[in-house]
């Protein structure tokens, strides 16, 4: 009975579903996040993704994996999605897709990079850009669920209109630290130059090793193994470091 009872949540899982859209917001220039309405969605976590599949009139399809930026919701779900360049479906979801249109979506998808509000010990969450989406799943089910459990936030991104979530990260809750690092171009005032991520971020804006965090690293590859490895060489422990990248597009 067990074995099919997971088998049957597992299939459930892999079957695309319908979903409509509901609402949109601008997070940034190149940036919206899509609310999306999904009869019948069995619940995420939080870090979990989705496959979003477009099929044109001719019946040519194509599918993206997505990040999954909200808490969870029973009908809802919002994903943010960043415009790529040349890219084949982002732009589309970005710039055409209208309240009322339809897409497919799969999923949830994964169980590693994964946070759960039965977890009591410290986090840090380490973010490179549109990385940051399901870290913010993550901050916005702590706050849903009143979890107490310290977060902190380290947020690379290149200049600060590029920021995701500005208004929500500009009011913080309690137990809640930001710090953004800007790569390109820094605010006036800032007191980092513009960079990359350096071992001294992670240092002044983290946590301490021996307070034992569980880390969670999310951004484009380049960003994530340097994070990591930096990460290793403070002496934060390998299985305390969960990772998720993603190619050039989120640079």
């Given at each position: ?191 980092r130059p513009p960079g ?13 090793v021996d307070f034992e ?39």
């Open positions: 009975m067990a074995r099919t009872a997971v088998s049957r949540r597992l299939g459930d899982r892999l079957r695309w579903r319908t979903a409509t859209l509901a609402d949109r917001r601008q997070e940034a220039p190149a940036a919206r996040t899509l609310v999306l309405e999904v009869p019948g969605w069995p619940g995420h976590l939080a870090g979990q993704h989705v496959d979003v599949r477009l099929t044109a009139e001719d019946g040519y399809s194509t599918q993206r994996s997505y990040s999954i930026a909200s808490a969870p919701d029973q009908d809802h779900v919002e994903l943010t999605i960043q415009r790529v360049t040349d890219g084949e479906v982002s732009p589309y979801l970005v710039d055409d897709l209208a309240i009322g249109d339809a897409v497919e979506l799969r999923g949830p998808v994964g169980g590693w990079f994964v946070w759960r509000p039965a977890q009591t010990e410290p986090v840090l969450l380490v973010a490179g850009g549109s990385g940051l989406v399901p870290l913010m799943a993550m901050i916005r089910t702590r706050r849903a669920g009143g979890v107490r459990s310290p977060f902190r936030l380290i947020y690379s991104v290149r200049t600060p209109e590029d920021r995701l979530y500005q208004d929500e990260l500009r009011h913080t809750e309690t137990g809640l630290d930001v710090a953004y690092l800007y790569t390109r171009s820094a605010p006036d005032g800032s007191r990359r991520l350096r071992a001294e971020d992670l240092v002044t804006a983290g946590r301490p965090p569980t880390v969670y690293v999310c951004g484009p590859t380049g960003f994530v193994e340097s994070a990591a490895d930096q990460l290793v060489d403070l002496g934060h422990a390998p299985d305390h470091i969960r990772t998720e990248r993603f190619g050039p597009s989120g640079g």
